[in-house]
Protein backbone atom coordinates (compact mmCIF):
# COMPACT_ATOMS: atom_id res chain seq x y z
CA UNK A 1 0.00 0.00 0.00
CA UNK A 2 1.65 3.70 -1.07
CA UNK A 3 1.70 6.21 1.63
CA UNK A 4 -1.20 8.26 -0.04
CA UNK A 5 -3.66 4.84 0.31
CA UNK A 6 -2.36 4.17 3.51
CA UNK A 7 -3.53 7.86 4.65
CA UNK A 8 -6.59 7.89 3.18
CA UNK A 9 -7.62 4.19 4.93
CA UNK A 10 -6.85 6.04 8.25
CA UNK A 11 -8.75 9.09 7.46
CA UNK A 12 -11.85 6.97 6.31
CA UNK A 13 -11.35 4.89 9.56
CA UNK A 14 -11.57 8.11 11.45
CA UNK A 15 -14.33 9.57 9.60
CA UNK A 16 -16.49 6.00 9.62
CA UNK A 17 -15.44 4.31 13.06
CA UNK A 18 -19.27 4.75 15.41
CA UNK A 19 -19.61 6.03 18.50
CA UNK A 20 -20.10 2.57 20.06
CA UNK A 21 -17.88 2.39 23.19
CA UNK A 22 -18.64 5.12 25.23
CA UNK A 23 -17.18 5.13 29.06
CA UNK A 24 -19.90 4.60 32.17
CA UNK A 25 -20.57 7.81 34.26
CA UNK A 26 -22.04 11.30 32.68
CA UNK A 27 -20.60 14.58 34.06
CA UNK A 28 -22.34 17.51 32.44
CA UNK A 29 -20.72 21.24 32.45
CA UNK A 30 -23.59 23.52 30.92
CA UNK A 31 -22.90 26.13 32.53
CA UNK A 32 -19.68 27.23 30.76
CA UNK A 33 -20.27 29.94 27.95
CA UNK A 34 -17.24 30.91 25.39
CA UNK A 35 -17.33 34.90 25.85
CA UNK A 36 -15.13 35.52 28.83
CA UNK A 37 -16.91 38.57 30.38
CA UNK A 38 -19.17 35.49 31.16
CA UNK A 39 -16.69 33.01 31.60
CA UNK A 40 -15.15 33.40 35.32
CA UNK A 41 -18.60 33.94 37.33
CA UNK A 42 -20.17 31.03 35.38
CA UNK A 43 -17.42 28.74 35.76
CA UNK A 44 -17.23 29.79 39.21
CA UNK A 45 -21.07 28.97 39.56
CA UNK A 46 -20.89 25.41 37.44
CA UNK A 47 -17.88 24.70 40.11
CA UNK A 48 -20.22 25.19 42.92
CA UNK A 49 -22.76 23.19 41.30
CA UNK A 50 -20.77 20.54 40.91
CA UNK A 51 -18.85 20.71 44.51
CA UNK A 52 -22.93 20.56 45.78
CA UNK A 53 -23.99 17.29 42.91
CA UNK A 54 -21.06 15.39 43.00
CA UNK A 55 -20.40 13.13 39.82
CA UNK A 56 -19.49 9.46 39.27
CA UNK A 57 -17.26 7.10 37.55
CA UNK A 58 -17.21 3.29 37.93
CA UNK A 59 -18.23 4.62 41.84
CA UNK A 60 -15.18 6.45 42.03
CA UNK A 61 -15.17 10.70 42.75
CA UNK A 62 -14.52 12.05 39.98
CA UNK A 63 -11.28 14.48 39.56
CA UNK A 64 -11.93 18.16 41.26
CA UNK A 65 -12.45 20.40 38.50
CA UNK A 66 -11.85 23.59 38.97
CA UNK A 67 -11.30 27.11 36.64
CA UNK A 68 -7.66 27.88 35.76
CA UNK A 69 -6.60 31.21 35.67
CA UNK A 70 -5.69 32.52 32.04
CA UNK A 71 -3.23 35.57 31.07
CA UNK A 72 -2.38 37.25 27.81
CA UNK A 73 0.84 37.39 26.21
CA UNK A 74 2.40 40.11 24.55
CA UNK A 75 1.46 39.17 21.15
CA UNK A 76 -2.10 39.32 22.99
CA UNK A 77 -2.73 35.58 22.67
CA UNK A 78 -5.07 34.05 25.78
CA UNK A 79 -3.44 31.21 27.26
CA UNK A 80 -4.80 28.69 30.03
CA UNK A 81 -2.23 27.83 33.05
CA UNK A 82 -2.93 24.56 33.00
CA UNK A 83 -2.00 22.70 36.44
CA UNK A 84 0.22 19.67 37.15
CA UNK A 85 -1.08 16.58 38.07
CA UNK A 86 -1.83 13.49 37.20
CA UNK A 87 -4.58 11.48 35.09
CA UNK A 88 -5.87 8.34 33.50
CA UNK A 89 -4.20 8.49 29.91
CA UNK A 90 -6.13 6.02 27.33
CA UNK A 91 -9.39 4.38 26.87
CA UNK A 92 -10.17 0.73 28.29
CA UNK A 93 -12.81 0.73 25.51
CA UNK A 94 -11.57 2.27 22.94
CA UNK A 95 -9.75 1.71 19.82
CA UNK A 96 -6.17 -0.76 20.08
CA UNK A 97 -3.99 2.40 19.99
CA UNK A 98 -6.10 3.85 22.97
CA UNK A 99 -4.75 0.95 25.24
CA UNK A 100 -3.80 0.52 27.78
CA UNK A 101 -5.26 2.89 29.83
CA UNK A 102 -1.93 4.21 32.10
CA UNK A 103 -1.42 6.96 35.11
CA UNK A 104 0.70 9.86 33.81
CA UNK A 105 2.22 12.72 35.41
CA UNK A 106 1.72 16.26 33.93
CA UNK A 107 3.69 19.63 34.72
CA UNK A 108 2.12 23.17 34.70
CA UNK A 109 2.21 24.57 31.26
CA UNK A 110 0.49 27.04 29.44
CA UNK A 111 -2.01 26.25 26.81
CA UNK A 112 -3.20 28.48 24.14
CA UNK A 113 -6.90 28.92 24.46
CA UNK A 114 -8.04 28.83 21.34
CA UNK A 115 -6.70 27.22 17.88
CA UNK A 116 -4.07 29.10 16.42
CA UNK A 117 -5.99 31.66 13.70
CA UNK A 118 -5.16 33.25 11.03
CA UNK A 119 -5.09 36.69 11.89
CA UNK A 120 -2.52 35.28 14.59
CA UNK A 121 -0.45 33.55 11.48
CA UNK A 122 -0.62 36.75 9.49
CA UNK A 123 0.50 39.24 11.90
CA UNK A 124 3.27 36.88 12.66
CA UNK A 125 4.41 36.57 9.24
CA UNK A 126 4.37 40.62 8.40
CA UNK A 127 7.02 40.81 11.44
CA UNK A 128 9.38 37.75 10.62
CA UNK A 129 12.89 37.37 8.94
CA UNK A 130 11.40 34.21 7.15
CA UNK A 131 7.68 34.90 6.91
CA UNK A 132 5.80 31.51 5.71
CA UNK A 133 2.49 32.04 3.47
CA UNK A 134 -0.94 31.35 5.30
CA UNK A 135 -1.61 27.78 4.20
CA UNK A 136 -5.20 27.40 5.21
CA UNK A 137 -7.86 26.33 2.03
CA UNK A 138 -10.79 28.53 4.73
CA UNK A 139 -9.89 32.27 4.59
CA UNK A 140 -10.68 34.55 7.73
CA UNK A 141 -8.70 36.08 10.52
CA UNK A 142 -10.72 34.34 13.08
CA UNK A 143 -10.76 31.11 12.04
CA UNK A 144 -8.18 28.17 12.52
CA UNK A 145 -5.06 27.66 10.67
CA UNK A 146 -6.11 24.83 8.72
CA UNK A 147 -3.78 22.19 6.00
CA UNK A 148 -0.56 23.44 7.81
CA UNK A 149 2.27 21.01 8.10
CA UNK A 150 4.02 19.90 10.90
CA UNK A 151 7.11 21.82 10.28
CA UNK A 152 5.43 25.27 9.28
CA UNK A 153 3.16 24.59 13.05
CA UNK A 154 6.70 24.45 14.51
CA UNK A 155 7.73 27.27 12.21
CA UNK A 156 4.96 29.61 14.00
CA UNK A 157 6.16 28.40 17.42
CA UNK A 158 9.33 29.53 16.55
CA UNK A 159 8.10 32.67 15.18
CA UNK A 160 5.61 33.77 18.22
CA UNK A 161 8.45 33.20 20.11
CA UNK A 162 11.08 35.45 18.64
CA UNK A 163 8.39 38.31 18.23
CA UNK A 164 7.72 37.60 22.13
CA UNK A 165 11.65 37.62 23.15
CA UNK A 166 11.35 34.15 24.45
CA UNK A 167 14.50 31.85 23.42
CA UNK A 168 12.91 29.14 20.59
CA UNK A 169 12.43 25.87 21.29
CA UNK A 170 12.34 24.26 17.98
CA UNK A 171 16.13 23.98 15.61
CA UNK A 172 15.46 24.02 11.68
CA UNK A 173 14.61 19.87 12.17
CA UNK A 174 12.16 19.99 14.47
CA UNK A 175 14.10 19.12 17.62
CA UNK A 176 12.41 20.54 20.52
CA UNK A 177 14.59 21.44 23.45
CA UNK A 178 12.13 21.22 26.27
CA UNK A 179 14.06 23.36 28.37
CA UNK A 180 13.55 26.45 26.36
CA UNK A 181 11.36 28.76 27.35
CA UNK A 182 9.30 29.45 24.51
CA UNK A 183 6.65 27.89 22.12
CA UNK A 184 5.85 24.54 21.27
CA UNK A 185 3.23 22.21 20.13
CA UNK A 186 1.67 20.15 23.18
CA UNK A 187 2.94 16.50 23.97
CA UNK A 188 0.23 13.87 23.38
CA UNK A 189 0.08 13.69 26.86
CA UNK A 190 -0.50 17.30 27.41
CA UNK A 191 -3.13 17.64 25.04
CA UNK A 192 -5.54 14.51 26.59
CA UNK A 193 -5.11 16.21 29.90
CA UNK A 194 -6.13 19.76 28.65
CA UNK A 195 -8.33 18.00 26.43
CA UNK A 196 -9.78 16.24 29.40
CA UNK A 197 -9.86 18.83 32.02
CA UNK A 198 -10.20 16.74 35.19
CA UNK A 199 -12.91 14.77 33.17
CA UNK A 200 -12.84 10.75 32.53
CA UNK A 201 -15.26 10.56 29.92
CA UNK A 202 -15.68 10.34 26.24
CA UNK A 203 -15.93 14.00 25.62
CA UNK A 204 -14.94 17.07 28.94
CA UNK A 205 -18.87 17.30 28.70
CA UNK A 206 -19.60 13.99 28.83
CA UNK A 207 -20.49 10.91 27.67
CA UNK A 208 -23.66 11.63 25.49
CA UNK A 209 -22.67 12.30 22.17
CA UNK A 210 -25.96 13.71 21.55
CA UNK A 211 -24.66 17.24 23.32
CA UNK A 212 -21.52 17.49 20.68
CA UNK A 213 -23.20 20.04 18.77
CA UNK A 214 -23.08 22.42 21.79
CA UNK A 215 -19.20 21.98 22.19
CA UNK A 216 -17.81 21.22 18.80
CA UNK A 217 -17.70 21.81 14.70
CA UNK A 218 -18.04 18.16 13.09
CA UNK A 219 -19.48 16.65 10.50
CA UNK A 220 -23.33 17.10 11.49
CA UNK A 221 -23.29 20.83 11.76
CA UNK A 222 -20.10 22.12 10.29
CA UNK A 223 -21.75 22.75 6.96
CA UNK A 224 -17.92 21.25 5.50
CA UNK A 225 -15.97 24.17 6.49
CA UNK A 226 -14.00 25.70 9.73
CA UNK A 227 -15.58 28.31 11.87
CA UNK A 228 -14.19 31.18 14.03
CA UNK A 229 -12.88 30.02 17.20
CA UNK A 230 -14.24 30.11 20.43
CA UNK A 231 -17.87 29.80 19.33
CA UNK A 232 -19.06 27.06 21.54
CA UNK A 233 -18.91 25.96 25.02
CA UNK A 234 -15.54 25.61 26.54
CA UNK A 235 -14.54 23.00 28.39
CA UNK A 236 -14.40 22.66 31.99
CA UNK A 237 -10.89 24.62 32.12
CA UNK A 238 -12.00 26.72 29.52
CA UNK A 239 -10.10 25.63 26.56
CA UNK A 240 -12.19 26.36 23.33
CA UNK A 241 -12.64 23.77 20.45
CA UNK A 242 -10.57 21.10 21.89
CA UNK A 243 -12.88 18.89 20.35
CA UNK A 244 -13.65 19.48 16.95
CA UNK A 245 -13.03 22.16 14.25
CA UNK A 246 -9.79 21.85 13.36
CA UNK A 247 -7.55 18.98 14.64
CA UNK A 248 -4.59 19.60 15.98
CA UNK A 249 -0.73 18.81 15.70
CA UNK A 250 1.02 17.64 18.69
CA UNK A 251 4.76 17.61 19.49
CA UNK A 252 4.50 13.19 19.51
CA UNK A 253 5.70 10.69 16.73
CA UNK A 254 3.17 8.40 16.53
CA UNK A 255 3.11 4.93 17.50
CA UNK A 256 0.06 2.75 17.82
CA UNK A 257 1.59 0.81 20.52
CA UNK A 258 3.26 3.56 22.77
CA UNK A 259 1.12 3.51 25.64
CA UNK A 260 2.33 0.18 26.22
CA UNK A 261 6.08 1.68 27.27
CA UNK A 262 5.01 5.03 28.10
CA UNK A 263 7.21 6.87 30.35
CA UNK A 264 4.80 7.63 33.48
CA UNK A 265 5.72 11.37 33.98
CA UNK A 266 6.12 13.75 30.92
CA UNK A 267 5.80 11.57 28.04
CA UNK A 268 7.16 12.88 24.54
CA UNK A 269 6.33 10.30 22.15
CA UNK A 270 8.58 7.77 20.23
CA UNK A 271 12.17 9.01 19.47
CA UNK A 272 11.51 8.26 15.72
CA UNK A 273 8.70 7.72 12.97
CA UNK A 274 7.30 8.34 9.80
CA UNK A 275 3.57 9.63 11.14
CA UNK A 276 2.69 12.66 13.88
CA UNK A 277 0.16 12.88 16.37
CA UNK A 278 -2.68 14.90 15.65
CA UNK A 279 -5.92 15.24 18.05
CA UNK A 280 -9.50 16.53 18.65
CA UNK A 281 -10.92 15.45 15.02
CA UNK A 282 -12.00 18.41 12.60
CA UNK A 283 -15.09 19.93 11.25
CA UNK A 284 -15.26 16.91 8.90
CA UNK A 285 -15.10 14.45 11.98
CA UNK A 286 -17.74 11.93 13.03
CA UNK A 287 -18.61 11.97 16.81
CA UNK A 288 -16.26 9.16 17.34
CA UNK A 289 -13.15 10.94 16.27
CA UNK A 290 -13.49 13.67 18.73
CA UNK A 291 -13.77 12.13 21.60
CA UNK A 292 -10.55 13.05 24.10
CA UNK A 293 -8.84 10.15 23.73
CA UNK A 294 -9.40 9.46 20.03
CA UNK A 295 -5.55 9.45 18.44
CA UNK A 296 -4.59 9.62 14.84
CA UNK A 297 -1.22 9.73 13.49
CA UNK A 298 -0.50 11.99 10.27
CA UNK A 299 2.09 12.21 7.71
CA UNK A 300 3.38 15.78 8.83
CA UNK A 301 4.16 17.00 5.13
CA UNK A 302 0.85 15.72 3.64
CA UNK A 303 2.91 13.19 1.12
CA UNK A 304 -0.12 12.22 -1.09
CA UNK A 305 -1.98 14.27 -3.66
CA UNK A 306 -5.14 14.12 -2.07
CA UNK A 307 -7.01 17.34 -2.99
CA UNK A 308 -9.12 17.33 0.18
CA UNK A 309 -8.79 20.28 1.87
CA UNK A 310 -6.42 19.31 5.25
CA UNK A 311 -8.12 19.38 8.80
CA UNK A 312 -5.13 19.98 10.62
CA UNK A 313 -4.37 23.01 12.47
CA UNK A 314 -2.90 23.41 15.88
CA UNK A 315 -2.04 25.49 19.55
CA UNK A 316 0.71 26.28 21.20
CA UNK A 317 1.43 25.76 24.66
CA UNK A 318 5.04 26.57 26.87
CA UNK A 319 6.71 26.25 29.86
CA UNK A 320 4.61 27.52 33.27
CA UNK A 321 6.92 30.45 34.35
CA UNK A 322 8.78 29.65 37.58
CA UNK A 323 7.06 31.54 40.31
CA1 LIG B 1 -9.74 21.51 17.63
Known amino acids: MSAAETRNAMRNEERGTRNEELQDGVFLVDFCIPRSSFLIPHCILCAFFIAIIGCTHGGRPAAKVETPPVITTKSGIEMVVIPAGSFEMGN ?17 FLMDKTEATQGEWDRLAHGADDPKPNPSNFKGP ?11 AVWFCNARSKAEGLKPCYNDEGVCDFDAEGYRLPTEAEWEYACRAGTSTSYSFGNDPKKLGDHAWFTENSGKTTHPVAQKRPNPWGLCDMHGNVSEWCHDVYAKDYYE ?16 VRRGGAWQADADALRSTYRVGDYPGFGD ?19
Do not use: M
Not at 142 to 152: A, G, H, I, R, S
Not at 305 to 323: D, M, N, S, T
Open 92 to 108: KKGRDDEKPVHTVWIDS
Open 142 to 152: TLPVNQVKWLD
Open 261 to 276: GSPDKNPRGPKEGKLY
Open 305 to 323: ACLAPEPIGFRCVRRAPAK
